[in-house]
Each structure stands twice: as structure tokens, then as C-alpha cells.
């Protein structure tokens, strides 16, 4: 498969007469999509050099910083480029120009160029991230993580208001971070009934008279918060509400798991020989030397999958346990695939690296052209980044040795031994 630009970008995109965003509001928008708090703790996601001030106008999304890469961005003109995986990974004490890597931050900061990078957060984002493009790409649908990750805590939040403002207290709630279900903002769910109370002889009621009893028609608010904004949300409901003394709570909800998590596992809309779904694999993916290696019968009926984009060899025991029939990975060790196996599970599909998330990234371009409109620009690298370059005595036959090896493979016999 040919790496293409996406929707045919032009030579220089920077040309293109574009109002632009600036670069920190193109980077909340990454985040609010790839949200930080996913990746690992080794990680080192975010923006890694560039102005937030500084406008964007067009973004160039690659799997891996390399120099051809940043060449790329420059001859393009673009003003930020997206990385899956990051360029200073390992801790820094510097970035001299005489070092491969603060050679490349030298270039991109006297290009104007912004360097962002989502790694194992966008491996774990629900929807749209690098598993879900990779099985959306092999036409594997259906999905869930193969191993997930607990959905953040929240609390329900009961609030009763008078009538009058119950849409300004849920605007400042919103604000404060309530009411998110999924894509979905401002959620809601409202009735109205009658609050009765007496306010004492030390209150200052906004409503009714000390000392009788008061009937007030209210709205009773129901709204999803996240546990760590609740600080946030009761100081946005204490300053708006009228009443000296609102009736709310907080009612913790259950622990529940999320769509996001590492890998997928879905089906495919008809069942298919291995043979014949490696080759939709290798159909699919960019080529590399490497191809794409297999372990399994090739009659196989291949109807549930498994996924993982990059190194998957941490996921192979809740691949057979979600019993898919295949895996498709990258970096797979010869002892992790022999003992793989040599057990009941699914066949392996090994793919390089490279390859196995490249489709991330017209599904992320997409995204956020989406998110930002015309305002930006959205390109896709057309550099392949796999480092091996080509490969000889690869041979496709297994189950016996090949390449002149045969022949030390048999035992001699007595006649051969004598001599």
C-alpha cells in the first residue's frame, strides 16, 4: 500500500490563505480527544516545542519524528507536526544541535514549527485512537479494548433550584466540568416540583418569611461530574444558586469500565480463510520489507480478531482469553510466538511496527479537521518510517527447512557415516 497525502494537500499548505487557530487551542483540541491522563507514566506526550500564541494553520501527522519527516514539514510549510511516537522518550538533560535529537528540536524551532505528540494515550483513546483505526482498517467491527481501562469516578450531582434560574446554574455546572456523557456536553436531566421549607429565625431567605412555611416551585437538576471536579462544580453552585442554604448532594456512582484501553477485539462481517485475511493485512497496511509474518494453519477459519497497534507481545494472554482466532501485532519475540503456539489460541499476525499504526493518522487528521472546521489545514505524512530499509532470504515455506539447509536436516546413514 502507497503512503498517500491526505486529500491531496498541496506542495505547501502554508500558502494556503487560512485564518489559522493558535497552537494552544489546536493542542486542547488534540487533547480533548487524546486525553493526557491515558498515558502510561513512562510516557512523554503533549507538546514538546512551540509557541502556544503562535498560529496554526496547517498540522502534518506522522508515526515517528524522524529527520526525513521533519524535512517533510519544512518543505510543506506546515506550522505543526503530530507524532504518534515521541521524540525525547528517555529523559534529557539537553538539546545541543551536535545531537540527532536536539538537531531535529533546532530545526523545527527555526522552521516555526510546533512538535505534538500523542503516544499510548491515543493507544488507549476511545473511538478513534490507534487500535480502532487498525481494526477499522481490517474491516474488524464490533469492537471493545481488549483490556480496559476504568472509566474515570464520577458522582451524580441532585441539585434543587427555583425555576427562574435553572438554565443559568446548569451553564455555570457545564463550566465547571459537569454534565459530559461521551462527545455529548451540558447533559442534563431536569423535573419540576414543589420545595417546602421554613426558614429560621437567623436566615435570610431569598424566598418567603421567617418562621412560615414557604412553597416554591422548583427544578430538580440530575448531572454527571467528574469526582475530580467536584471541588469546582459545588463553588460554581454556591455562587450561582439563590438560596442561602441550597439542597444538593453527591451520590458516588459505581466503578465501571470504559471504551477506552490497550488493543481491540471485534468481528469480521463474514468469516475467512487465514490466508486469506493475512493478505487483506498485507493488502491494507503499508508495505515493508518485513511483510507481514504469520503462525497458524492457513485454512484456519478466521471470524473474531484481536488487535494491538505496536508492540503487542504484553496482550497475547487476553487475546486467546477474548478466544479470537487471530492477533495482529508488531514485535513479536521468538519466545512469546513459539509458546504462543504451542497452546490453544489464536493465530498470530505479525506487522511492522510502523505499519501496524500508520492508519491512525488519516483517522486523527479527520478528526481534527473536523473538530477545527476550515480553520486549519490537515496533512499525512507520505514518508514511511519502518527503519528496515530491505531484506533478502525470506522464504515462504515453513514447517521445513529451506535455503540449502535441507540436506543437514535429514540423518545420514550407516554407509555415509562409515565414510
Known amino acids: 500500500m502507497a503512503l498517500p497525502m491526505h486529500e491531496d494537500v498541496p506542495a505547501r499548505v502554508r500558502e494556503l490563505p487560512l485564518p489559522g487557530l493558535a497552537l494552544g487551542e489546536v493542542v486542547a483540541a488534540l487533547e480533548a480527544r487524546y486525553d493526557p491522563a491515558l498515558a502510561e507514566d513512562w510516557d512523554a506526550v503533549g507538546l514538546v516545542c512551540g509557541d502556544p500564541e503562535e498560529p496554526v494553520r496547517s498540522v502534518l501527522f506522522a508515526v515517528d519524528p524522524t529527520a526525513a519527516v521533519v524535512d517533510e514539514a519544512i518543505a510543506l ?93 446548569v451553564d455555570a455546572l457545564s463550566a465547571a466540568g459537569a454534565g459530559v456523557i461521551g462527545d455529548y456536553t451540558r447533559c442534563v436531566w431536569q423535573t419540576t416540583g414543589t420545595g417546602t421549607f421554613i426558614p429560621g429565625d437567623e436566615t435570610h431567605p431569598a ?100 488487535v494491538c497497534g505496536g508492540s503487542g507481545a504484553s496482550m497475547l494472554a487476553a487475546a486467546a482469553s477474548a478466544e479470537a482466532d487471530v492477533f495482529v501485532t508488531s514485535d513479536l519475540k521468538h519466545h512469546a510466538a513459539s509458546e504462543a503456539t504451542e497452546h490453544p489460541g489464536p493465530a498470530l499476525c505479525d506487522v511492522a511496527h510502523f505499519a501496524s499504526e500508520w492508519p491512525w493518522l488519516p483517522v486523527a487528521a479527520d478528526l481534527l479537521h473536523r473538530d477545527l472546521g476550515a480553520r486549519v489545514q490537515v496533512a499525512v505524512s507520505a514518508r514511511p518510517t519502518d527503519p528496515w530499509s530491505w531484506q533478502v532470504g525470506a522464504d515462504q515455506v515453513g514447517g521445513q527447512l529451506v535455503g540449502g539447509y535441507g540436506d543437514h536436516a535429514r540423518l545420514r546413514s550407516a554407509e555415509e557415516q562409515a565414510d
Do not use: W
Open 77 to 169: 510549510g506546515v506550522d505543526l507536526l503530530v507524532t504518534h511516537h515521541p521524540l525525547l522518550l528517555t529523559p534529557v538533560h539537553g538539546v545541543p544541535a551536535s545531537d540527532p535529537k536536539g538537531r531535529l528540536v533546532h530545526r523545527l524551532i527555526r522552521a516555526g514549527i510546533g512538535l505534538f505528540v500523542a503516544h499510548t494515550n491515543a493507544d488507549r483513546a476511545p473511538d478513534h485512537g490507534v487500535n480502532d483505526a487498525l481494526a477499522a482498517a481490517l474491516g474488524v467491527g464490533d469492537v471493545h479494548p481488549l483490556e480496559s481501562v476504568a472509566a474515570p469516578e464520577t458522582d451524580t450531582l441532585v441539585v434543587f433550584v427555583p425555576v427562574g434560574v435553572s438554565d443559568q446554574l
Open 207 to 306: 424566598i418567603g418569611r421567617r418562621g412560615q412555611v414557604e412553597r416554591v416551585p422548583e427544578i430538580r437538576l440530575e448531572m454527571v461530574v467528574p469526582r475530580a471536579c467536584r471541588a469546582e462544580v459545588l463553588r460554581a453552585l454556591l455562587e450561582l444558586h439563590p438560596y442561602e442554604d441550597p439542597g444538593y448532594a453527591f451520590f458516588e456512582n459505581s466503578a465501571t469500565a470504559s471504551r477506552a484501553g490497550l488493543g481491540r477485539v471485534g468481528e469480521l462481517t463474514r468469516p475467512v480463510t487465514l490466508r486469506e485475511f493475512a493478505e487483506r493485512v498485507a493488502a491494507t497496511l503499508p508495505g515493508t520489507p518485513c511483510g507481514v509474518r504469520v503462525a497458524g494453519d492457513p485454512d484456519r477459519v478466521v471470524r473474531t480478531v484481536a
